[in-house]
Structure formats: C-alpha cells, structure tokens
C-alpha cells in the first residue's frame, strides 16, 4: 500500500517572486499600464501576463497562471466593469512599436471568422466561409473580427503584431468596411504614415480614399479586368475645356506590349517573378495616379496565373511593391494563433464591450511576444529550450510564450507595477493581502 503524506512543503505553498523576470517586458508593461487610469493598473497588468502565460481564452485561466493578488470576481468585473478606455492600451502599444520598428510601417487589414456553438455570443452570425475548407459547411454560425496589424521583421519572417480590432454588428459585407475605416482612424498618426496592404476584397474605393486622407498609402491586389486608363497627354495651350483625367484605356494588347522584366522576390521564398509595370489611374479611385503591376511568380514546370497589384505610391518600383505585398501574409499565422493558441474562438463574455477588452487584453499579450522575438535578446534566448529536431538558432513566439510559461507560472505579477493609493499617498508595502498569505 503506497502511503502518501498529507505534508506539503513550504514552497509550494509560498507564491513565487522572480526577480529576473525579463527586463523588456517589464518596461513595456509598466508603459502600457501607466496609460490608464491608477486603480485598473495593477489589475490589468495582471491579466497581460496571464494571457501571456496562460492560453485558451478564458479569463479564469489566466489570473490562475499567477498569484492573484485577488479573488476571481475582480478580475471579471475589471473586464466587464473598469473605469479604463481601450483606446489609452492601443495608443501606448503604438507607441512601442513605432520604436521597435525603423522605417515605414506596414500594416494589414484582414479579417477572420471564429466558429460559434451559441448565438448568444456578442455579434453571433450565420456567415458565408470564404475558406472554403474540407467538411466544412458553406455557411457558418460565427463571430466576424477586423484586425489591424502591423509587419516586424524577425530572424526567420515578417510576424504580424496585432493592434486593434473591430467585432463585426451586422451580417453584410458594408460592416467590414466601415469597421476598418474605424480601426485607421483609431490609430490615426501613431504609427506615422503607413503603407497599408490589404487584399482584393478591402481593395475598395472608399476605404483607400480614407486611407489617403490619412496621409497613408496603399498597396493591394484587385481584379485583373480593372479598368486602366493612362495618364492623358499634356494640354495644348489656348486651348479651351477642362483638363482629360483619363487618357485611353490600358486593353490586354497594350498589357502585351509592356516590357518584361524579371526579379528575385525575398518575401516569396526567392521565387522568381515576371514582372510588368505601368503609371496610370484606374477608374474606381476617381482619379488617383497609382503604379500598375503585373506579377507571375514561378512555380514548377512554368509560371502562375497573373496577378494585379495596385500601390498609391508610384515612386515605389515594381520589385519593392511585390516584397511589400509579400509582408501580408503574415496576418494568417498571426489568426491562426488567436484562434487556436490565445482562445479568440472560446472568449465568452455576455457583452460586446467587456469581449473587446478581453480580446485586446490577449492581443497585447500576443502583441509582446512577437516583439521580444523581434528583439531576440540574450535574456529570452537563455529562457528557450529548442528540441533536437529544430535549429538552434529558432525563435518563434510560441517558444517565447512556452519559456515564460514554464520560468515564471505562479509569477507575482502585481509587484511589476508600484501601486499607490489614490488617497493616502505611495502604499509602503505591495506584497498581496495577509489573508492571501495566510492561505
């Protein structure tokens, strides 16, 4: 008969207080935090490292990860209740990445789908799958999220770091549209002027003339019937009526004509790529002189079906606009990690407002970690533990979050933030109640 004894030694019962939780975070944390109202600091500074530490989605998991400073019922009234703006989190993670990040951002717009068991969830929806995957109906009860992301440049790749997000209202397709509108005005000039990739559905005249009037250019793929025109010719002095805005319209036979030239595209896994470029104005944009590109990469046994990128930058060449539109598919691991890893698909809050802030909470979690593995810092890297099978140089911000996880689960995070009483001046002590001790 095995005896167990009903002894518990002391540490596992005392919480834990690292000291050499990494320097980068911490200070992040502290400015992210330090943007918000005083009595929401210490609790949100909480839940960021939970959700970093912990996964799943739920908010019970990640106060859990640590040693809440706590019961449970502060940190879901915080979320649902708080006296804080998300707008004050986004401003102070803008601000981060606009250090992190030398030159011209990128940003992406994109959005995704999260399937749904319950229409009670805020913005449930029966919607159509453009995924388009195996056993999988045409048509889904889900959530639709907006994402505004911006590109960093990591060892391997571009990641992208999630920003803001919108929670689609309506079923129609005008809902994306006004909610990315939003989500640029939003972050406005936080991130300074912004190339802007998005795809052939966001490529409408509407959302890039507001991205003009931002001060930002676009880039993205359209149709390949869209209706070119060139540049009318010079008008002859003396001459009345005003001036053509079209010249005469770019057919397939003048597309023919355009010189070919070829080039090495990074972003593509070196691929080579065909390529023909033109100035011109397309119709649906009312004038506005964009640079034409038409690319076919190359692929086994001959080359791909063409494609149409547009850029609002005409000073771009045709290579740089390819490796920039490259740089967009990096928002489709960055979903496929706040559906499966961070829980987007299993957050179930009541209300719209408290699942936003849930989200956005998680988003910067998410958001840190791509950028320490950006930063690759001797402190991280002496954290991961890389398997056999992988280089030992590999840096993905799943290991980040899995060498955080396993160095600092039970992690004091309310000691990250000095906390002060609103009332009676600087509090001297900012360990965690007696009773918390206590138990």
């Known amino acids: 008969m095995l005896r167990v004894s009903p002894q518990t030694p002391v540490d596992d019962m005392e919480p834990h207080c690292e000291t050499s939780f990494p320097t980068t975070l911490s200070k992040w944390l502290r400015e992210i935090v330090l943007s918000i109202p005083e009595a929401a600091r210490t609790t949100l500074a909480e839940l960021i490292i939970g959700a970093i530490l912990a996964g799943g989605g739920h908010v019970t998991q990640a106060f859990l990860a640590l040693t809440p400073r706590l019961g449970w ?33 990128f940003a992406i717009i994109d959005d995704t789908l999260a399937p749904r068991s319950s229409a ?65 005005r939003a972050v406005g000039d936080r991130l300074g002027p912004l190339y802007l990739l998005l795809d052939a559905w966001y490529m409408r005249g509407s959302l890039i003339r507001a991205a003009l009037r931002l001060g930002h250019d676009v880039i993205g793929q359209v149709r390949r019937d869209t209706a070119l025109f060139r540049l009318p010719s010079p008008r002859v002095p003396g001459t009345r009526g005003r001036r053509r805005l079209y010249g005469e319209r770019i057919d397939a036979d003048a597309i023919a004509r355009l010189p070919i ?27 506005v002189i964009v640079r034409a590109v038409w690319c076919e990469l190359e692929k086994r046994g001959g ?25 967009r598919w990096s928002t489709e691991p960055l979903f496929n990690a706040l559906k499966l890893t961070d829980g987007m698909g299993a957050m179930w809050q009541r209300g ?6 849930w989200l956005h909470l998680v988003q910067i979690g998410r958001a840190l970690l791509v950028l320490l593995t950006a930063r690759a810092e001797p402190e991280i890297l002496a954290l991961v533990q890389v398997g056999g099978w992988r280089k030992a140089t590999t840096l993905t911000p799943g290991l980040v979050k899995d060498a ?21 001046g600087p509090v001297q002590s900012t360990g965690p109640p007696g009773q918390t001790i206590a138990a």
């Open 261 to 287: 030239s070829t080039h090495r595209i990074n972003g593509y896994g070196g691929r080579m790529a065909r390529l023909r470029h033109i100035v011109c104005r397309p119709r649906f944009l009312r004038g």
């Open 73 to 105: 019922q502060a940190y879901h009234w915080m979320i649902e209740r708080g006296r804080f703006r998300l707008l004050g989190l986004i401003t102070a993670l803008c601000g981060i990445i606009r250090r992190e990040v030398t030159g011209r951002c």
């Open 120 to 184: 009670k969830a805020p913005g449930a929806a029966m919607r159509f799958d453009h995924a388009a995957k195996t056993n999988r109906p045409k048509f889904l009860l889900c959530q639709s999220f907006v994402t505004l992301s911006t590109v960093v440049a990591c060892r391997d790749r571009p990641r992208a770091v999630p920003v803001v997000t919108g929670l689609c209202r309506s079923v129609g397709n005008a809902g994306k549209l006004s909610i990315a509108k939003g989500l640029l």
């Open 352 to 357: 719209r407002t408290a699942l936003l802030r």
């Open 404 to 424: 955080l996880a396993n160095r600092f689960r039970n992690f004091q995070a309310f000691r990250l933030v000095p906390a002060t009483g609103r009332k009676s």
């Open 303 to 327: 080359w791909a079906k063409r494609r149409l990128l547009l850029s609002t930058d005409p000073a771009l060449s045709a290579p740089a606009i390819v490796e920039a539109y490259s740089k």
